[in-house]
Protein backbone atom coordinates (compact mmCIF):
# COMPACT_ATOMS: atom_id res chain seq x y z
CA UNK A 1 0.00 0.00 0.00
CA UNK A 2 1.16 3.98 -0.21
CA UNK A 3 3.69 4.53 2.44
CA UNK A 4 3.48 8.40 2.15
CA UNK A 5 -0.02 10.01 2.59
CA UNK A 6 -0.62 13.43 0.61
CA UNK A 7 -3.50 15.93 2.17
CA UNK A 8 -5.83 16.92 0.63
CA UNK A 9 -6.43 15.61 -2.38
CA UNK A 10 -8.38 18.76 -4.17
CA UNK A 11 -7.28 22.32 -3.99
CA UNK A 12 -9.46 24.89 -4.92
CA UNK A 13 -8.06 28.26 -4.57
CA UNK A 14 -8.93 31.96 -5.09
CA UNK A 15 -6.12 33.48 -7.23
CA UNK A 16 -4.25 36.44 -4.59
CA UNK A 17 -4.95 33.49 -1.63
CA UNK A 18 -2.68 31.01 0.24
CA UNK A 19 -2.77 27.16 0.24
CA UNK A 20 -0.67 24.34 2.16
CA UNK A 21 -0.22 20.32 1.07
CA UNK A 22 0.72 18.32 3.26
CA UNK A 23 2.37 14.77 3.07
CA UNK A 24 3.01 12.30 6.28
CA UNK A 25 4.74 8.69 5.99
CA UNK A 26 4.67 5.93 9.14
CA UNK A 27 8.50 5.68 8.39
CA UNK A 28 11.41 7.91 8.65
CA UNK A 29 12.53 8.95 5.48
CA UNK A 30 15.87 9.81 4.40
CA UNK A 31 14.98 12.79 2.04
CA UNK A 32 11.98 14.01 0.26
CA UNK A 33 11.22 15.31 -3.26
CA UNK A 34 8.70 17.71 -4.30
CA UNK A 35 7.02 17.41 -8.22
CA UNK A 36 4.30 19.49 -10.33
CA UNK A 37 2.64 17.81 -13.00
CA UNK A 38 0.46 20.57 -14.88
CA UNK A 39 -2.39 19.09 -16.75
CA UNK A 40 -1.61 16.63 -19.74
CA UNK A 41 1.98 16.82 -19.11
CA UNK A 42 4.74 14.77 -16.96
CA UNK A 43 5.63 15.03 -13.67
CA UNK A 44 9.03 17.61 -12.97
CA UNK A 45 11.12 18.05 -9.91
CA UNK A 46 10.98 21.07 -8.23
CA UNK A 47 13.15 20.67 -4.98
CA UNK A 48 14.37 17.97 -2.36
CA UNK A 49 14.74 18.03 1.72
CA UNK A 50 17.21 16.01 3.54
CA UNK A 51 18.04 17.77 6.72
CA UNK A 52 15.76 17.47 9.88
CA UNK A 53 13.60 20.86 10.09
CA UNK A 54 14.66 21.95 6.85
CA UNK A 55 13.20 24.99 4.90
CA UNK A 56 13.27 25.62 1.35
CA UNK A 57 11.94 28.51 -1.00
CA UNK A 58 11.58 28.74 -4.18
CA UNK A 59 10.16 32.16 -4.89
CA UNK A 60 6.53 32.15 -3.24
CA UNK A 61 6.76 28.25 -2.65
CA UNK A 62 8.06 27.22 1.06
CA UNK A 63 8.76 23.43 1.70
CA UNK A 64 9.37 22.57 4.92
CA UNK A 65 10.83 19.13 6.38
CA UNK A 66 9.37 17.63 9.84
CA UNK A 67 11.65 17.58 12.70
CA UNK A 68 11.05 13.61 12.65
CA UNK A 69 11.77 13.33 9.19
CA UNK A 70 8.16 11.89 8.16
CA UNK A 71 6.04 14.77 7.38
CA UNK A 72 6.57 17.31 4.95
CA UNK A 73 4.54 20.45 3.24
CA UNK A 74 4.70 23.18 0.68
CA UNK A 75 2.87 26.29 1.01
CA UNK A 76 2.24 28.71 -1.82
CA UNK A 77 1.48 32.09 -0.87
CA UNK A 78 -0.20 34.93 -3.38
CA UNK A 79 -1.40 32.00 -5.70
CA UNK A 80 -1.15 32.38 -9.63
CA UNK A 81 -3.00 30.64 -12.50
CA UNK A 82 0.83 29.25 -13.39
CA UNK A 83 0.39 27.09 -9.93
CA UNK A 84 -2.46 25.04 -11.23
CA UNK A 85 -1.38 21.53 -12.08
CA UNK A 86 -1.30 17.99 -8.96
CA UNK A 87 2.05 18.63 -6.65
CA UNK A 88 3.37 15.33 -5.71
CA UNK A 89 5.32 14.56 -2.57
CA UNK A 90 7.77 11.36 -3.08
CA UNK A 91 9.56 9.85 0.67
CA UNK A 92 13.01 8.16 0.08
CA UNK A 93 12.43 5.35 2.34
CA UNK A 94 15.32 3.62 0.92
CA UNK A 95 17.55 4.50 -1.97
CA UNK A 96 16.40 3.07 -4.85
CA UNK A 97 12.84 3.98 -5.29
CA UNK A 98 10.37 6.57 -4.00
CA UNK A 99 7.27 6.42 -2.06
CA UNK A 100 4.90 8.96 -4.05
CA UNK A 101 1.82 10.54 -1.94
CA UNK A 102 -1.37 10.88 -4.56
CA UNK A 103 -1.10 14.04 -5.28
CA UNK A 104 -2.66 17.57 -4.66
CA UNK A 105 -4.76 18.57 -7.70
CA UNK A 106 -4.33 22.78 -7.48
CA UNK A 107 -7.25 24.59 -9.44
CA UNK A 108 -7.44 28.52 -9.52
CA UNK A 109 -10.69 31.03 -9.73
CA UNK A 110 -9.48 34.05 -11.24
CA UNK B 1 19.20 18.01 -26.47
CA UNK B 2 19.38 15.86 -23.39
CA UNK B 3 16.68 14.24 -22.29
CA UNK B 4 13.91 11.07 -22.27
CA UNK B 5 12.20 10.12 -24.65
CA UNK B 6 9.30 7.97 -24.56
CA UNK B 7 7.17 6.63 -27.38
CA UNK B 8 4.53 5.86 -28.55
CA UNK B 9 2.47 8.68 -26.72
CA UNK B 10 -0.59 7.07 -27.25
CA UNK B 11 -1.16 2.94 -27.80
CA UNK B 12 -4.52 1.06 -27.88
CA UNK B 13 -4.22 -3.08 -26.70
CA UNK B 14 -6.48 -5.88 -27.92
CA UNK B 15 -7.35 -8.26 -25.50
CA UNK B 16 -4.85 -11.26 -25.09
CA UNK B 17 -2.56 -8.80 -26.99
CA UNK B 18 0.82 -7.83 -25.35
CA UNK B 19 2.34 -4.50 -26.28
CA UNK B 20 5.79 -2.70 -25.71
CA UNK B 21 6.56 0.75 -24.70
CA UNK B 22 9.67 2.34 -25.40
CA UNK B 23 11.71 4.52 -23.16
CA UNK B 24 15.01 6.32 -24.18
CA UNK B 25 17.64 8.25 -22.64
CA UNK B 26 20.53 10.62 -23.42
CA UNK B 27 21.37 11.61 -19.86
CA UNK B 28 23.77 8.88 -18.97
CA UNK B 29 21.84 7.95 -16.31
CA UNK B 30 22.73 4.81 -14.41
CA UNK B 31 18.75 4.30 -12.86
CA UNK B 32 15.73 4.05 -15.06
CA UNK B 33 11.99 3.74 -13.87
CA UNK B 34 8.70 2.32 -14.91
CA UNK B 35 5.63 4.13 -13.19
CA UNK B 36 1.29 4.00 -13.72
CA UNK B 37 -0.38 6.96 -13.35
CA UNK B 38 -3.96 6.14 -12.31
CA UNK B 39 -6.21 9.27 -11.47
CA UNK B 40 -6.15 10.07 -7.66
CA UNK B 41 -3.57 7.35 -7.25
CA UNK B 42 -0.06 8.79 -7.82
CA UNK B 43 2.34 7.26 -9.24
CA UNK B 44 3.05 3.44 -8.56
CA UNK B 45 6.50 1.52 -9.48
CA UNK B 46 6.14 -1.24 -11.57
CA UNK B 47 9.91 -2.29 -12.18
CA UNK B 48 13.03 -0.07 -12.11
CA UNK B 49 16.42 -0.94 -12.83
CA UNK B 50 20.15 0.45 -10.83
CA UNK B 51 22.30 -0.87 -13.44
CA UNK B 52 22.40 -2.46 -16.99
CA UNK B 53 21.32 -5.80 -17.05
CA UNK B 54 19.59 -5.58 -13.40
CA UNK B 55 16.50 -5.14 -13.03
CA UNK B 56 13.87 -5.37 -9.67
CA UNK B 57 10.21 -5.57 -9.49
CA UNK B 58 8.13 -2.56 -7.63
CA UNK B 59 5.03 -2.31 -5.90
CA UNK B 60 2.74 -3.48 -9.11
CA UNK B 61 4.98 -5.76 -11.17
CA UNK B 62 2.46 -8.53 -11.94
CA UNK B 63 1.41 -8.19 -15.72
CA UNK B 64 4.99 -6.30 -16.56
CA UNK B 65 7.81 -6.89 -18.33
CA UNK B 66 11.23 -5.65 -19.03
CA UNK B 67 15.02 -5.61 -20.13
CA UNK B 68 17.40 -3.28 -19.63
CA UNK B 69 20.23 -4.97 -21.91
CA UNK B 70 21.89 -1.12 -22.95
CA UNK B 71 21.99 1.83 -20.44
CA UNK B 72 20.11 3.97 -22.46
CA UNK B 73 17.09 1.85 -23.24
CA UNK B 74 14.50 0.32 -20.44
CA UNK B 75 11.43 -1.09 -22.50
CA UNK B 76 8.26 -1.91 -20.85
CA UNK B 77 6.01 -5.31 -21.92
CA UNK B 78 2.56 -5.07 -20.92
CA UNK B 79 1.58 -8.38 -20.67
CA UNK B 80 -1.84 -10.41 -21.52
CA UNK B 81 -1.65 -11.12 -17.86
CA UNK B 82 -2.21 -7.40 -16.97
CA UNK B 83 -6.41 -7.14 -16.72
CA UNK B 84 -6.69 -3.93 -16.21
CA UNK B 85 -3.65 -2.19 -18.43
CA UNK B 86 -5.78 1.12 -19.30
CA UNK B 87 -3.35 3.45 -17.50
CA UNK B 88 -0.42 6.70 -18.38
CA UNK B 89 2.98 5.35 -18.09
CA UNK B 90 5.62 7.10 -17.01
CA UNK B 91 9.13 6.38 -17.57
CA UNK B 92 12.27 7.76 -15.60
CA UNK B 93 15.44 8.41 -15.12
CA UNK B 94 18.09 9.56 -12.00
CA UNK B 95 21.73 10.10 -12.00
CA UNK B 96 22.02 7.06 -9.54
CA UNK B 97 19.07 5.28 -7.14
CA UNK B 98 17.95 7.78 -5.12
CA UNK B 99 18.63 11.32 -7.13
CA UNK B 100 15.81 13.06 -8.41
CA UNK B 101 14.13 11.67 -11.41
CA UNK B 102 13.46 13.16 -14.52
CA UNK B 103 10.19 11.73 -16.50
CA UNK B 104 9.64 11.25 -20.32
CA UNK B 105 6.32 12.21 -21.63
CA UNK B 106 4.63 9.72 -20.93
CA UNK B 107 2.49 6.67 -23.08
CA UNK B 108 -1.29 6.24 -22.99
CA UNK B 109 -2.62 3.17 -22.71
CA UNK B 110 -5.56 2.18 -23.62
CA UNK B 111 -7.98 -1.38 -24.30
CA UNK B 112 -9.79 -1.79 -27.33
Known amino acids: GQQVMQIPQYQHVQEGEDFTTYCNSSTTLSNIQWYKQRPGGHPVFLIQLVKSGEVKKQKRLTFQFGEAKKNSSLHITATQTTDVGTYFCAGNIRDYKLSFGAGTTVTVRA | DGGITQSPKYLFRKEGQNVTLSCEQN?????MYWYRQDPGQGLRLIYYSQIVNDFQKGDIAEGYSVSREKKESFPLTVTSAQKNPTAFYLC???????????FGSGTQLSVL
Open chain 2, 27 to 31: LNHDA
Open chain 2, 92 to 102: ASSGRSGEKLF
